[in-house]
């Protein structure tokens, strides 16, 4: 009987597997990089609603007198989405900033979903790993084969590095990195079907090509970092450092064959070259897959026929740290003979790093090997804004407008490149202090469940799997540092997940989870119950949760609904007023009343209220039309769109000395909007804000000596 339980354990795995990878696609592939509010709106709302369902589910069935773990880091991470959802009463882009709320108000759902499910279903673990580890493999397969087929799938796709599906080659790495660590679990775990941890070889061979063909020097270097982690941590080193090598020098072989082809490592290559240079990548991708599934199998056939002794595992592992050695050796060496020597040439690395005005490497694979990076100059931005509102920031997503101010080059950035400057630019200290007491109580939350400097304990497969989990996260937290990783939502939500699952389950010592009874099966055992079907369930389920139970979980289920309420708003104004605009031309009437409901869905958009303006300046309602633009400015008045556009109107209407003063205020707060190498490069809005400007100048000078 128990053979038989345990069986049917492991096939019930493969559902739940399937439910993870399929969720984190779906994340993926429709909202992509995180940038179109559409689909961020609609992944929001549906992460929402399910984390409520599933947390008030859990409030309601979970066995009783267990203690719920993780209930201090779920309650900061909602207190920082609070935080920011209540920046919008300083925020220079209040309507950025409310629905960058919507998105953590979803992360938070995903945090509390993990940690509440695994109060109920802890043995389900492997399905998390595994989930990860099948969604990392589709993701990046898309990746690879929009460099194998462009002519199908990526046309119009000029540079070398992979990018799809986020559109974004450092959130395509980091899948990779994430997913290289799950397959090390995979691969090196004792317990499971062989020749499913043989597919963690091909598996990680394909998420390493990808990783090293999306150039993203950060995600290598989060990756190094958990791989550390890993082997520090984790026993099974010598099967994990199988997986790493055949799978690694096989993705190293394909790799060189690509950076050796110019029509793959080159950018703007024609599309005739890509295509013809793509299929010869994907046939040797094929072949990678092949050779490394055929491996995987030889390897674990071996080490099931025959396990190697201790002595072996000596050797090889006193091997494996002499080749480290030698290659750390080696690598000293050569700093020391080249022409700066081993200081100098740190010391200049470091200085390159550092430097806001270096220049930014191309995008071809020599940028794996150089150092400079622009993240310095964002930096550098993002601490100058905290300098100015160092308490509270300039509210959440604040960045991008406020960073107008001080940038000196005409770059569109959205985001700081790392969530700790973004923090501090945003939410200043306060939201930074919440954000380090979030990572310390969730670290001691996870330390509950791995372990991690205990070396006495038990090294179960759960255990491991925890592990693994957590250098995951680490990887994340690493790359988050470094790049905006953060806002990604296919990749925060995996590292949500697993994070939630840590702080959630609690120790792993004692007895094993046992199971409990439903409310619809104590029904049948319950006297009076018996035949009464949807009122006998709705009894025993009062009888067993009790109402205080049951009133949290509707609440949690009604303020998931809210929360996706809220969430839904910027896109319905945003629906309003692209449908005002594509009324104008034939009811002018009706586009006024679409602007009007543009602005009652979102009062907190400037992009509204221009619309609006725009629509009844159309209509012959110039007054009205510049209250409204005034309006604008008041609700945003460190956002210079809102002055260019009051400038523009008075400057129209032959109010010159207004218009000045407005374009003024739009130039003090975006210097660079009028840069001359804007102007030389002939873009319209710099050249637009200018001719302006001048013209104002132009006829207030005039008035004045007249007048």
Excluded at 206 to 231: C, E, K, N, Q
Excluded at 253 to 266: E, G, I, M, N, R
Excluded at 357 to 374: D, F, I, M
Aim: hydrophobic share 50%; proline share 5%; net charge positive.
């Amino acid at each position: 009987m128990r053979l038989r339980m345990q069986g049917t354990g492991r096939t019930a795995l493969w559902w739940p597997t399937l439910l993870v990878a399929a969720s984190f696609c779906l994340i993926t592939f429709y909202a992509k990089g995180g940038l179109n509010l559409e689909s961020m709106t609609a992944i929001e709302m549906v992460l929402t609603v399910c984390a409520g369902l599933a947390v008030g589910a859990v409030v309601a069935l979970a066995p009783v007198g267990r203690r719920a773990y993780g209930l201090w880091p779920a309650g900061l991470l909602l207190a920082f989405a609070a935080l920011s959802a209540l920046s919008v009463v300083w925020s220079v882009q209040p309507d950025h900033s409310w629905q960058d709320s919507g998105r953590l108000l979803a992360y938070s759902g995903v945090f509390a979903a993990a940690v509440a499910l695994v109060r109920v279903a802890p043995e389900r673990w492997p399905a998390v790993l595994g989930g990860i580890a099948l969604a990392s493999v589709v993701i990046c397969a898309y990746a690879l084969l929009t460099k194998i087929f462009p002519g199908s799938l990526a046309p119009s796709d000029t540079f070398a590095r992979l990018e799809e599906p986020y559109g974004y080659w450092n959130a395509l790495g980091l899948t990779a990195a994430m997913g290289v660590i799950c397959c090390m679990w995979l691969g090196a775990r004792r317990s499971g079907h062989a020749l499913v941890s043989a597919l963690a070889y091909p598996a990680a061979g394909l998420l390493a090509l990808t990783l090293v063909l999306a150039y993203s020097r950060g995600a290598l270097v989060a990756l190094a970092i958990g791989l550390v982690l890993w082997f520090c941590l984790v026993p099974l080193r010598l099967r994990g450092a199988a997986v790493l090598i055949v799978a690694g020098a096989c993705a190293a072989a394909v790799a060189a064959f690509d950076f050796s082809k110019h029509a793959l490592s080159a950018e703007g290559v024609a599309l005739t070259q890509r295509t013809s240079a793509g299929h010869q990548l994907g046939a040797l991708v094929l072949a990678m897959v092949i050779a490394l599934t055929v491996a995987g199998i030889a390897i674990g056939f071996l080490d099931a026929r025959r396990a190697p002794s201790l002595l072996l595992r000596r050797r090889v592992g006193a091997l494996l740290l002499a080749l480290i050695a030698l290659a750390l050796v080696g690598f000293a060496g050569a700093l020391a003979h080249s022409s700066r020597g081993f200081t100098g040439s740190i010391s200049h690395a470091v200085s390159v790093l550092t430097n806001p005005n270096a220049k930014t490497p191309p995008n071809t694979p020599g940028r794996l090997t150089a150092v400079a990076s622009v993240r310095a100059r964002y930096w550098k931005e993002a601490l100058q804004i905290y300098d100015a509102h160092p308490v509270l920031g300039v509210g959440a997503d604040g960045y991008q407008t406020a960073r107008l101010r001080f940038r000196t080059e005409t770059l569109e950035v959205k985001h700081a490149h790392g969530f700790a400057v973004q923090t501090l630019a945003d939410l200043g200290l306060v939201g930074l202090a919440i954000a380090l007491a979030l990572l310390l109580a969730w670290s001691l939350a996870a330390r509950r469940s791995t372990h991690p400097l205990d070396r006495r304990s038990n090294y179960s497969p759960e255990r491991i799997g925890m592990l693994s989990m957590l250098c995951l996260v680490v990887v994340f937290g690493v790359h988050s540092f470094v790049d905006w990783t953060w806002y990604v939502p296919g990749d925060a939500c995996v590292a949500l997940l697993c994070a939630g699952w840590l702080a959630g389950r609690g120790p792993l010592a004692g007895a094993a989870y046992q199971p409990q009874p439903l409310a619809g099966n104590r029904d049948q055992d319950e006297p009076g119950v018996r035949g009464k079907g949807g009122r006998g369930f709705a009894a025993a389920l009062l009888r067993r949760s009790g109402p205080y139970r049951l009133g949290l979980a509707c609440a949690a289920i009604v303020l998931a609904l809210l929360a996706a309420w809220s969430q839904w708003q910027p896109q319905r104004s945003e629906d309003a007023r692209q449908e005002a605009l594509a009324l104008l031309a034939s009811s002018p009437r009706r586009a006024e009343a679409a602007a009007d409901t543009a602005v009652a869905r979102d009062p907190l958009s400037a992009e509204a209220l221009l619309t609006l303006a725009s629509i009844q300046q159309t209509a012959g309602q110039p007054a009205i039309a510049r209250a409204t633009l005034q309006r604008a400015v008041r609700l945003q008045p460190s956002n210079p769109q809102t002055w260019v556009a009051l400038g523009k109107y008075d400057l129209s209407a032959g109010n010159s000395q207004a218009a000045l003063k407005e374009l003024q205020a739009a130039i003090y707060l975006n210097p660079e909007s009028i840069a001359p190498e804007a102007i030389g490069r002939g873009e319209r809005e710099a050249i637009e804000i200018h001719n302006d400007y001048i013209e104002a100048l132009r006829a207030s000078g005039s008035k004045s000596a007249s007048g």
